[in-house]
Every structure is written in structure tokens, then in C-alpha cells.
């Protein structure tokens, strides 16, 4: 049997290795609560960005109401102040507290890392690079402190153990239950929008209601704009419940639709260095000469645009693949007298003004609609949760 020796160096190569990662994540989830409560937006993340999309969506919170970050936080001060107590010469039930708290936390860790991936993956579409390395960090300092409570139990003397495998493996287990919890607790609980009011200030422009692409009625007395970019996942999302949440009102509803291009060829609130709505300004244009050309096939080429081309997972069409079929559906000559329209170009600024008028603190994200004063960033799962968030966050009378 291994005898126990006391370690005169309560500092060895891994302890300093677990410090390290355990300040550098208090440090990412410290910078990324700062910026939640100040709503400004990270380096490098701005409008536009897939970070931008990541931070600026309802999963960002719990319930709507804590950051995630904030409880990340929280959690990794609390690893911090257990972390201080595992020296040799600290008292055995003190140790063996510590070291079980960090168990289970880590477990919390690893879950937490595994659900807000998928997350970022399969229901935002977009990673956020911030959140990604605080994750990495975690699940590294969790398999450190793992690692080592599994180490300790081999060193000691069997009346001194700190921890049994049985009951590492027993709290790696309850920590990995809770995270869990928590992301079930998420998913069903926050909220499908973030309203913002301006209180004063109404996001109007004078605008020509039946002179613009338009779902529903020029006539409807609720009319909402939305602002979207063809290369937008969300977007794709939300289109298809547009013409239900009209019929729903029975005609008392339309949708102003606005392409704003999240590219900065067009839009000067997107960063130069924000490259993943490339040819964005260039669909917007076609979609828009498409509807000055013939109004009447606007909406099967929307449904075109959204519409998945094979599998499960929609893909943005190309600029080649946009062209050709604007030309096949209204001709090649209509097309390029449309594209030479200056009102094409004159809208697609009305929009971007629209959208600079709405970001916070250069952070902005879309699909947006706009009511009067209030805009809302919506991710609604059906046409259903559509109206009611338009009810409810934007005030529209209800039907």
C-alpha cells in the first residue's frame, strides 16, 4: 500500500493548471456578463455576426431574466473559493467538502458545455466564439478536477481518503441531472422575444403601403415590419408563418417587408470583418426587382428562396442559382430594367436606416418587427406563438 506523505508543495504543475483555466473562465463569463447588462456588444461580435446572432438571442438568458453568463459566473467563483481549500493543510473535512463541491460542479460543467453546443448548433444556427472558448475552458478545468479526485483517492491512506470512486462517479452524475434540469427549465421557460421601447421615438418611414412588397393587406390597420436578410436561418423560419398569423386576423394584419442586408456593402452598421451574409445586398436586390417586375409571382419566389432544397437543414440559395431563377420567372429583359430601378436601392437604405435606428449599442440582430415604437427579435416555434408574441410584446390589439 502507497503510504500518505504530506506534499510540501501545495502548488504543483496541475493545481496551477486548474487555477489558471478556472480565472480564465471567471474572466470570459465576467466580460460577457458586463456586456449583457450594459447591452453592448463584444469584440469582434458585431450586427451581423454569428456571436452577434448567439448574444443577441432569447437563449442568452434563463426565463429572461438572469444571464447565462451570470450564472456561469457564479458557478466558477464557486470552484475558485473551493479551489483554495484543498491544500494538505487544510483540515480533512474541509477538504473532502471541497473537493465534493467541485465534483459536482464540474459535472454541471460538462452538461452545461454539451447542451448550450447543441444549442449553438441545431437552434440558433450560428457559434458564438466567446461562449465556445468559456465552454472548452470549463469542460478542461472539469476533467482536471476530475482527474485529480480519482488521483487523490489512489495516494492516500484509506482512513484518509478524500473521496470514493463510488461517490466521485455519484456526483458527476447528479451534477450532469442538474444541468439537465436547467436546460429543460430554459427551453420551457424563456421567453419566444425581447421587447425594446423606445417610448418616444416611432420606427416609421413614409412608406408607400401599396407600393411595397407586403403580406397581407395595404388596407390592414396592424401593419408590421419586418426586417430580414435572405441568408438568415431564422428568417427562413419565421417566413412560413407570416401568411397564417394574416389569415388569423382575418385580414386586420400585414407584414411591411423589408430585405436589410447584413453585409457591409450596403449596410454600414454590419463590420467590414462580418463575412457570413457575403452577396447579401445582391439577393435583396433581385428579390425586390423581382416584385417591381411582377408583383404577382413576388410570393412563390419568397417561398422559393425559404424553401428547403433536400434533407433537414435549409441552406441559403446561392447568388447564381437567385439570378437564374428571377430571370425564369419574369423574364430576363423585366429583371434588368427592375435591377436598374433606383427605388430598389432607395428601399433597401429606408430598411438599413430602420435597422441602425434599432440597434443597441452596435448589437443587433434579425429577423426584427417593428410596431410603432416597440421591436422585438422574435424566435416563435409556430404561427400560434407568432400572434401571441405580437400581442403581447408589440400591442397589437388582440383579434
Not at 7 to 17: A, G, H
Not at 30 to 40: A, I, K, P, Q, R
Not at 390 to 395: A, M, R, T, V
Amino acid at each position: 500500500m502507497i503510504q500518505y506523505s504530506q506534499d510540501k508543495n501545495n502548488w504543483p504543475f496541475w493545481r496551477l493548471l486548474f487555477t489558471g483555466l478556472n480565472v480564465l473562465a471567471i474572466g470570459l463569463s465576467l466580460v460577457l456578463s458586463w456586456h449583457y447588462f450594459t447591452e453592448g456588444a463584444m469584440p469582434g461580435c458585431g450586427s451581423g455576426s454569428s456571436c452577434d446572432q448567439v448574444l443577441s438571442s432569447r437563449w442568452s438568458t434563463l426565463a429572461g431574466l438572469i444571464p447565462v453568463s451570470g450564472m456561469a459566473l457564479g458557478v466558477y467563483l464557486a470552484i475558485l473559493v473551493a479551489g483554495l481549500n484543498i491544500s494538505n493543510s487544510v483540515e480533512l473535512s474541509v477538504r473532502r467538502l471541497s473537493w465534493s463541491v467541485m465534483t459536482f460542479l464540474g459535472g454541471v460543467i460538462i452538461g452545461s458545455a454539451i447542451w448550450f453546443t447543441v444549442l449553438q448548433k441545431w437552434i440558433i444556427g450560428s457559434f458564438c466564439m466567446y461562449c465556445m472558448t468559456t465552454h472548452i475552458t470549463g469542460v478542461l478545468l472539469s476533467v482536471v478536477i476530475i482527474r485529480r479526485a480519482f488521483k487523490a483517492y489512489e495516494t492516500t491512506q484509506k482512513e484518509k481518503h478524500l473521496l470514493k470512486p463510488t461517490r466521485i462517479v455519484i456526483l458527476l452524475l447528479t451534477g450532469l441531472i442538474i444541468s439537465g434540469f436547467v436546460a429543460v427549465f430554459q427551453f420551457t421557460n424563456t421567453p419566444s422575444a425581447d421587447v425594446h421601447d423606445s417610448h418616444t421615438q416611432e420606427y416609421t418611414l413614409n412608406t408607400d403601403f401599396k407600393n411595397a412588397p407586403i403580406i397581407g393587406s395595404p388596407d390592414a390597420p396592424y401593419k408590421v415590419t419586418l426586417l430580414f436578410d435572405y441568408q438568415c436561418s431564422h428568417c427562413q423560419k419565421l417566413h412560413f408563418m407570416l401568411n397564417e398569423a394574416v389569415r388569423q386576423y382575418n385580414g386586420k394584419l400585414a407584414f411591411v417587408l423589408r430585405p436589410t442586408p447584413l453585409e457591409h456593402s450596403c449596410n454600414p452598421f454590419i463590420p467590414v470583418s462580418t463575412t457570413n451574409f457575403k452577396n447579401s445586398c445582391e439577393l435583396a436586390k433581385i428579390g425586390l426587382a423581382v416584385w417591381r417586375a411582377n408583383p404577382e409571382v413576388f410570393s412563390s419566389f419568397e417561398n422559393w428562396m425559404f424553401t428547403f432544397d433536400s434533407g433537414n437543414y435549409w441552406r441559403p440559395r446561392t447568388l447564381e442559382e437567385v439570378k437564374m431563377k428571377a430571370a425564369d420567372i419574369v423574364g430576363h429583359e423585366k429583371l434588368e430594367a427592375a435591377l436598374a430601378d433606383p427605388w430598389i436601392e432607395r428601399y433597401i437604405q429606408s430598411s438599413v436606416q430602420l435597422f441602425g435606428q434599432t440597434l443597441q449599442n452596435g448589437r443587433g440582430a434579425i429577423p426584427k418587427l417593428i410596431y410603432g415604437s416597440k421591436w422585438i427579435i422574435p424566435e416563435p416555434y409556430n404561427a400560434d406563438e407568432l400572434v401571441s408574441i405580437l400581442q403581447e410584446s408589440l400591442g397589437i390589439p388582440k383579434k
